[in-house]
T-cell receptor, first 114, second 118 residues
Framework: AQSVTQLDSQVPVFEEAPVELRCNYSSSVSVYLFWYVQYPNQGLQLLLKYLSGSTLVKGINGFEAEFNKSQTSFHLRKPSVHISDTAEYFCAVTANTGFQKLVFGTGTRLLVSP | GAVVSQHPSWVICKSGTSVKIECRSLDFQATTMFWYRQFPKQSLMLMATSNEGSKATYEQGVEKDKFLINHASLTLSTLTVTSAHPEDSSFYIC??????????????FGPGTRLLVL
């Protein structure tokens, strides 16, 4: 079975500052990793995913994440945030075989202030 | 593209009644649909996976007679909470994928339905 830990429930940051949202996972098998964003009153939207290849994955809206197998991490980063990035961010993992069964973290609320 | 809607967005019902939640893929055909449940300050928990025209696969601990899932077409899946009780109050979210639900695929999520059982 897989599990995901997002230690930061809330991350406040000023506009144009860099941000990192942390995600650690555990699994006994190889995995695929995802980051989803949820804006108020909207469904989750895929930001990026790691399937294979380069460990640095670039997503939408200027976000990127780095897969670190030795540290079982998949932290999300953005060099300069905007007010519009205020949202809930979910990290998720699935085993890389069989049917997709996403296991989500508890989410991190990113609060961007002017 | 790849928009998923849910109806209703929120519902309040009396204990003992049944509630149906609809999940629709608006601009694509969804071979596989997923139903999740989210309690406050907790993560989304997968309840079941359904493929069009076949029975849903429920996760361990989810009562299939309590949470009836019907995936009658490639654009519609319904979740019926039967004989709802206050402990069923939660945020229910559906998602859909284009293909058979393989691990590499992208799921497209609906905005969720908040259920309050009094």
């Amino acid at each position: 079975a897989q599990s995901v830990t997002q230690l930061d429930s809330q991350v406040p940051v000023f506009e144009e500052a860099p941000v990192e949202l942390r995600c650690n996972y555990s699994s006994s098998v190889s995995v695929y990793l995802f980051w989803y964003v949820q804006y108020p009153n909207q469904g989750l939207q895929l930001l990026l995913k790691y399937l294979s290849g380069s460990t640095l994955v670039k997503g939408i809206n200027g976000f990127e994440a780095e897969f670190n197998k030795s540290q079982t991490s998949f932290h999300l980063r953005k060099p300069s945030v905007h007010i519009s990035d205020t949202a809930e961010y979910f990290c998720a993992v699935t085993a890389n075989t069989g049917f997709q069964k996403l296991v989500f973290g508890t989410g991190t609320r990113l609060l961007v202030s002017p | 593209g790849a928009v998923v809607s849910q109806h209703p967005s929120w519902v309040i019902c009396k204990s003992g009644t049944s509630v149906k939640i609809e999940c629709r893929s608006l601009d694509f055909q969804a071979t596989t649909m997923f139903w999740y449940r989210q309690f406050p300050k907790q993560s989304l928990m997968l309840m079941a996976t359904s493929n069009e025209g076949s029975k849903a696969t429920y996760e361990q601990g989810v009562e299939k007679d309590k949470f009836l899932i019907n995936h009658a077409s490639l654009t519609l899946s319904t979740l019926t909470v039967t004989s709802a009780h206050p402990e069923d109050s939660s945020f229910y979210i559906c998602s859909a994928s284009l293909l058979a639900g393989g691990p590499r695929e992208t799921q497209y999520f609906g905005p969720g339905t908040r259920l309050l059982v009094l």
